[in-house]
T-cell receptor, first 109, second 114 residues
Framework: GQNIDQPTEMTATEGAIVQINCTYQ??????LFWYQQHAGEAPTFLSY??LDGLEEKGRFSSFLSRSKGYSYLLLKELQMKDSASYLC??????????WGAGTKLIIKP | DVKVTQSSRYLVKRTGEKVFLECVQD?????MFWYRQDPGLGLRLIYF???????EKGDIPEGYSVSREKKERFSLILESASTNQTSMYLC?????????????FGAGSRLTVL
């Protein structure tokens, strides 16, 4: 079957670093997406990985290991505005997205 | 910026009522999608469309239908609303960004069925 797992909730401190993990099992693989969703708002695109390795975009980085079926989103220099849910989604062989339930990230001062 | 607009942010309907959820995008995207989002679950695809008058069932199409008469507009229809259709409904359109099909979502329509 197809499955995406990510932690339900994480807490971190302003200014610190946090890593949100995602493991996936999909029929075929055509890339891994991360989206950010603030409470009551639309999800917005953060990153896309299709090759192994780390992609850096400012304070946010995303990592992929295809052989392990594993990705993480790394957030550095955390700010209060980073409090949100982070959604992991894997694209299967039919180019359909399989979504995780999301990780709610709480940032404390 | 791409904008996806959902006509209603909050709706309250009674069991058995017909419900229309409208979605409009302004960037000429070919692909449009309807998802529902429920606590503790990942987004679930209801229907999608790759072109005008074209529709494909997603993972949970039962109890729903869609209409795409114009490229910019994708409507979700609940013919006879039921309480288990109480949910947040998200519309999205997509474009290719560096080889990835990136979704742009609307702000969502929160439907309560009593």
């Amino acid at each position: 079957g197809q499955n995406i797992d990510q932690p339900t909730e994480m807490t971190a401190t302003e200014g610190a670093i946090v890593q949100i993990n995602c493991t996936y099992q999909t029929s075929g693989f055509n890339g891994l997406f991360w989206y950010q969703q603030h409470a009551g708002e639309a999800p917005t695109f953060l990153s896309y990985n299709v090759l192994d390795g780390l992609e850096e975009k400012g304070r946010f980085s995303s990592f992929l290991s295809r052989s392990k079926g594993y990705s993480y989103l790394l957030l550095k220099e955390l700010q209060m505005k980073d409090s949100a849910s982070y959604l992991c989604a894997s694209m299967d062989s039919n180019y359909q997205l399989i979504w995780g339930a999301g990780t709610k990230l709480i940032i404390k001062p | 910026d791409v904008k996806v607009t959902q006509s209603s942010r909050y709706l309250v309907k009674r069991t058995g009522e017909k419900v229309f959820l409208e979605c409009v995008q302004d960037m000429d995207h070919e692909n449009m999608f309807w998802y529902r989002q429920d606590p503790g679950l990942g987004l679930r695809l209801i229907y999608f469309s790759y072109d005008v008058k074209m529709k494909e069932k997603g993972d949970i199409p039962e109890g729903y239908s869609v209409s795409r008469e114009k490229k910019e507009r994708f409507s979700l229809i609940l013919e006879s609303a039921s309480t288990n259709q109480t949910s947040m409904y998200l519309c999205a359109s997509s474009m290719q960004v560096s080889g990835a099909n990136v979704l742009t979502f609307g702000a969502g329509s929160r439907l309560t069925v009593l």
